[in-house]
């Protein structure tokens, strides 16, 4: 650990309270309203064809963001191009989207432990699985109340080139913020985080809902709470 000028801080499950198996059928199901209300398309029809779209950026390679994959994917949709759908979609993150909040919890210790990485000194990044877009991941960053931190890298769909577990992600993430991967520390709740050891990165495992390591994951470096997080920070 004394090597580490990086920390990159998974979000759901790590940072705010939210077990995405709950979270994401209220989240098609909202949407896919608002695309069945336009007169676009049945809800399974849309939702079918979301999770085609979704699968496109899972699988990125790098070779463009995951925005441009999705989009080259889903549009057009049923006759109906980006210009038409995109306000759709626009309205939906500003209405729908933030009424979901009461699906997810805030973490007592998730401020404290981002606000004393930031005041170590340490570079630190909202390192979120970027399927979603910009508006979406700052609206959970804000129900975790850790919105209003200086980080220097905040993934989102817009901006990455792969989605855990690909080791190009977290690679990725490494070089946004000028540092090797065996400088990182990356926290998470997830298998999918805990790969980034094979990057070379020392990982905290956070247990929660979504925790299910098998033997094909690397051990975690550490685990504990984000109070134990915190503790470990301060005594380096």
């Known amino acids: 650990m004394q090597n580490i000028k990086a920390i990159l801080f998974d979000l759901d499950g790590t940072l705010l309270e939210s077990n995405m198996e709950n979270f994401l059928p209220h989240y098609f199901e909202r949407l896919a309203a608002r695309v069945a209300e336009a007169q676009i ?5 849309f939702i079918a064809h979301l999770l085609a779209a979704t699968e496109a950026m899972v699988a990125n390679d790098g070779r463009a963001t995951n925005e441009a994959l999705f989009v080259a994917a889903f549009y057009p949709f049923a006759g109906h191009g980006k210009d038409e759908l995109e306000p759709i979609f626009q309205n939906f993150y500003a ?6 909040r009461d699906l997810t919890d805030r973490k007592p210790e998730a401020r404290s432990v981002v606000q004393l990485a930031c005041a170590l000194g340490y570079r630190v990044a909202i390192a979120t699985n970027p399927l979603f877009p910009e508006t979406a991941i700052r609206q959970r960053m804000e129900w975790a109340g850790v919105a209003d931190f200086p980080y220097h890298w905040v993934t989102t769909y817009e901006n990455s080139h792969a989605c855990k577990p690909n080791l190009r992600y977290f690679d990725e993430v490494a ?3 000028g540092v090797a991967p065996e400088d990182c520390l990356m926290v998470g709740d997830e298998a999918m985080d805990m790969v980034a050891a094979r990057t070379g990165m020392t990982t905290f495992l956070v247990p929660g809902s979504a925790t299910n390591l098998d033997h094909s994951v690397p051990e975690p470096a550490h685990r504990g709470t984000l109070g134990d997080l915190a503790m470990l920070l301060e005594t380096l």
């Not at 209405?95 to 979901?100: E, K, T």
């Open 41 to 45: 398309a049945p809800p399974k029809v």
């Open 95 to 100: 209405v729908d989207f933030p009424q979901l």
């Open 175 to 177: 070089e946004r913020l």
